[in-house]
């Protein structure tokens, strides 16, 4: 057997855990697979002492993780410290210069520096690999990289956050609000302390960012990603959507179009008999439509010590067997420039919820304001009337929800629909808009 893979591990939290423990329990069958030892020789981690679920103390410990990536001993630094610059950034640069293979789930780092990092890497002939970066252990790095290079991609799309994808989950089985779902979910532990990064979209928007690069042969651009969270949603909205046959779920697509590319991270309206509409809970999906394999989705788990350690494990045996591409699956050189395609040009059908008070001549001006804009209205209902919502005693003044599907239509013309029925005063609130994806 040729000389074993020597791993500095950096960064010993819920994936480093996982990943030790893996290692430790399949030391044989794995050296067997990938026709070499996979060793881990050193761990970096902030404290030495602190309580994990693997144990540390067989490996030497270095402090510094910027040593560990350059330590002699190692031939792979595997990275998951986290953070899109800092010590990660600073330890995987230093790492790919000396000449190390480097493993990371650092989804922040490649999305803002991908392109830098992937022309470091094949610079000095080693991998960059980072499966466990987008969506934990579903393998979707390595399918569109290796398994569906033959097609031209149209789009890739998915729900790529667990946290969003429970609270919702649980706001539509229990009809209670986002706010006492997500503060359940980090006393539970299954949310973090701060949540923006997940609510917000961000998270998403990261691995969405390394989606497309990887889809579409572009340079990652994670400034170009448009973002909603999930923050806006409520109980009502969920009502409703199920009403009309939807589930309301945060998606992150992007979209080749005429104009460039789209990549937007939204709560999405998707038809409820449809399979992505059926991933609940914590589980992620990714969703790739090429042209002659047609439709591919993958179902599974995006989070977690074991799925995330499971796609480590992958990277590292691709590395033992020699087999090194380049990160992003075209050479970092041959990587196209990305071509935004303006969020204003974005084209589909819309659900919106009105708040309208309840006179006369309220629903002609909502339709004469969407009629000015050339939008087709697919459905309208009023939802409940406004009596029953605190603080309005005057029937004629109270508002009632007043939802609309859309046909297919631009976001400038809703949006500037939507601003016209506001400045018009029959709404006691600021409308709410959810796009609805074509699947
Ligand atoms: N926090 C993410 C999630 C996992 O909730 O899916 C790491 O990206």
Redesign the pocket.
Known sequence: MMDGLKLGVAGVGTVGSGLLRLLAARKEELAARAGRPIEVVAVSARSRQKNRDADISPFRFVQDPIALATDPAINVFVELIGGEGGAAKRAVEAALASGKHVVTAN?ALLAHHGPSLAALAEKNRVALNFEAAVA?GIPVVKVIRESLQGNAISRVYGI???????ILTLMEKEGRSFAEILKEAQAQGY??ADPT??IGGF?TA??LALLTSLAFGTRTSFESVYVEGIESITPADIEAAGDLGYRIKLLGVALRTESGIEQRVHPTMVPKHTAIAEVDG?S?CVAVDGDFVGDVMLIGL??GSGPTASAVTSDLIDIARGHILPPFGTNAKALKPYKRAQMRAHEGGYYIRLSVYDRTGAFAAIAGRMADQGISIESIVQRRPGAELPGFNRREESPAFVVLITHQTTEAAIRKALAAIERDGHVDQKPQMIRIEKL
Do not use: P, Q
């Open positions: 989804k934990g790529l956050n667990g946290t969003c994808n429970y949310a973090e990064f997940d998270d990261h691995k914590v992620n995006g989070a």
